[in-house]
T-cell receptor
């Protein structure tokens, strides 16, 4: 398996809902990332996990809560989101963190907050 | 602060014409530069990185530290090159934090 997979592909949620995004890779990568991409904008880094520990948090609001339960899985828990949080959420992984390894991206989850 | 600038939102050329997608950066240290590409309905993927100094799909990019540029070039564009191209920067020793430019959409007409 040489891909990063993300589920669901699309998600519509209300501002009071709690939902989770899931990202999985089975390439043995030990670094995983969450990015947010608004329409017609570049991806912006949100979080980096290195060896299942949070290593970078780019001052993301607490309504986004990442979790890395094991080396293959990365979740993003969503709670009390705002309409402006509607975006494409991309997951990526790389072999190791803190070095010069290429990041491989998933297809993204398109989130709409009503 | 690190910044990547791609001045062209859209670049349109005819098949067989040369292509140059511009990328300028600002960073006080030694950067590592990348080009990522996103074809229609496909995921973002690495096209090339300056440290590799290789040609991928006929594309090349040279890091010019004097001009702080990393322009992407191809001598003869193909229709299948039509895509969104992002230039990205990271610190030389650690590529965890990629900073992307705003992207250039390349359209290659037959």
């Amino acid at each position: 398996d040489t891909e990063v997979t993300q589920t669901p592909k699309h998600l519509v949620m209300g501002m009071t809902n709690k939902k989770s995004l899931k990202c999985e890779q089975h390439m043995g990568h030990r670094a995983m990332y969450w990015y947010k991409q608004k329409a017609k904008k570049p991806p912006e880094l949100m979080f980096v996990y290195s060896y299942e520990k949070l290593s970078i948090n780019e001052s993301v609001p607490s309504r986004f809560s990442p979790e890395c339960p094991n080396s293959s899985l990365l979740n993003l828990h969503l709670h009390a989101l705002q309409p402006e949080d509607s975006a494409l959420y991309l997951c990526a992984s790389s072999l190791r963190a803190g070095v010069k390894d290429t990041q491989y991206f998933g297809p993204g989850t398109r989130l709409t907050v009503l | 602060a690190q910044r990547v600038t791609q001045p062209e939102k859209l670049l349109s050329v005819f098949k067989g014409a040369p292509v140059e997608l511009k990328c300028n950066y600002s960073y006080s240290g030694s950067p590592e530069l990348f080009w990522y590409v996103q074809y229609s309905r496909q995921r973002l993927q690495l096209l090339l990185r300056h440290i590799s100094r290789e040609s991928i799909k006929g594309f090349t990019a040279d890091l010019n530290k004097g001009e702080t540029s990393f322009h992407l070039k191809k001598p003869f564009a193909q229709e299948e090159d039509s895509a969104m191209y992002y230039c990205a920067l990271s610190r030389a020793y650690n590529t965890d934090k990629l900073i992307f430019g705003t992207g250039t959409r390349l359209q290659v007409f037959p």
